[in-house]
């Protein structure tokens, strides 16, 4: 530290990265490689429980019909196993995704699939039960079996692992206190550490992005709110489990009580988490209750006991996180100047994680994402 009299000089960095969960760490990995260097900061300790990249699992799962999507997904794939290849960290299980409900908009996500040469079937609901007996099924079940688990803490550790490798450093507990815009390339930054001057920030920050970004990017609204998803116990221990989605009946009044479509998948050690998408209540970051909405936790519940007679929807543990999401659930992938920003991936981001990486190396360069991405 500079004694009293001293000039303070900035350190030296080609990108700052803003945030050091999953789209952090990919995006450092991913500019890394390009032979740039880069520091990270994350405001948390390292794993922590406060945002949204926490948790041992996510659900793998390609059933989308917009091309940019199954475009960036099946990237994603290709980039999931060069990493565990490169790491030697497992980080895919291929259970396979069964989605059912909503049957004309099932028929439409196989047909984009087809498209793309994602290999997905309907499986009767008869025949559905038969394999999957924890589950209870009314309609034809779309199943993809090249698809299922993600082991999320997994693919943090791997993430890190592979851009330290690659010459990057990370700096937990070490929030950044200032960014300042000083010119078309050089950002100046305070963090609990030093300065910096960086040619570029990368700002990855979930729920914090609007508090990070207020006066140097203009935002499509970002809503953040705490989710609570839960992890329900098994009663069969030997049954097979894949990772799942599942829509109401948009003509079925018994389904009045969703709260939205849900998701879910197998988390070994803790049973299968369950949760409503994107529906918690509104909160600020730095000021939350980690406590279940208790109404929506009583439907989850009923939900678990309708539709799931291998889990025992009295036997659970109830999980907090942050959704930060954007109105058209698209997420943000743009430039501001010499500031990127990655942001609303709440619900489905995890999944394109390291393809996410790669396109905010590339918007680093000067490369645009797709405009789907963009902010306006």
């Known amino acids: 530290m500079a004694g009293k009299g001293d000039w303070l000089v900035a350190l030296e960095v080609d990108v700052v990265v803003i945030g050091g969960g999953a789209m952090g760490s990919a995006a450092a990995l991913s500019v890394a490689r390009r032979g740039q260097s880069v520091a990270l900061f994350e405001q948390f300790a390292a794993g922590h429980h406060l945002g949204a990249s926490h948790g041992a699992t996510r659900n793998f799962n390609t ?28 980080l895919l299980d291929l259970v396979g995704v069964v989605n059912h409900g909503n049957m004309a908009e099932l028929k439409k996500i196989r047909s984009a699939q087809q498209r793309f040469k994602i290999e997905s079937s309907f499986v009767a609901p008869e025949e559905a039960m038969s394999r999957w007996p924890g589950m209870r099924f009314e309609t034809d079940v779309l199943h993809v079996p090249d698809s299922g688990r993600l082991r999320a803490a997994d693919a943090l550790k791997a993430l890190r692992l592979a851009a330290e490798t690659h010459g990057a450093h990370f700096h937990y507990d070490a929030p950044v206190r200032n960014m300042t815009v000083l010119g078309d390339d050089l950002v100046l930054l305070t963090t609990n550490l030093n300065e910096y001057h960086a040619k570029r920030v990368i700002v990855t920050a979930g729920a ?56 879910g998948m197998f988390t070994p050690g ?74 609303g991936f709440s619900g489905h981001g995890f999944k394109f994680t390291p393809a996410v990486g790669r396109i905010l190396a590339d918007l680093v360069e000067g490369i645009p994402a797709p405009s789907i991405f963009r902010a306006a």
């Open 63 to 90: 059933a989308y019909q917009r091309p940019e999507y199954l475009k960036l997904v099946t990237e994603a794939r290709n980039l999931w196993d060069a990493l565990a290849s490169e790491t030697g960290i497992q």
């Open 208 to 263: 914090w992005s609007n508090k990070i970004l207020a006066g140097i990017a203009t935002l499509p609204k970002l809503v953040v709110t705490q989710e609570q998803p839960v992890h329900f116990q098994l009663r069969n221990q030997s049954i097979e489990w894949p990772s799942f989605n599942h829509s109401p009946n948009p003509k079925g009044a018994k389904d009045n009580y969703w709260y939205s479509p849900t998701y």
């Open 270 to 343: 803790e049973g299968v988490k369950i949760g409503w998408h994107g529906v918690g209540p509104v909160v600020d970051p730095d000021n939350r209750n980690f406590m279940p909405e208790p109404v929506q936790l009583e439907a989850l519940r009923r939900y678990a006991r309708d539709w799931f007679p291998g889990l025992d929807a009295d036997s659970f543990e109830t999980i907090s996180c942050t959704y930060t999401s954007t109105e058209s659930g698209d997420f943000i992938l743009d430039r501001f100047g010499p500031v990127v920003v990655g942001a």
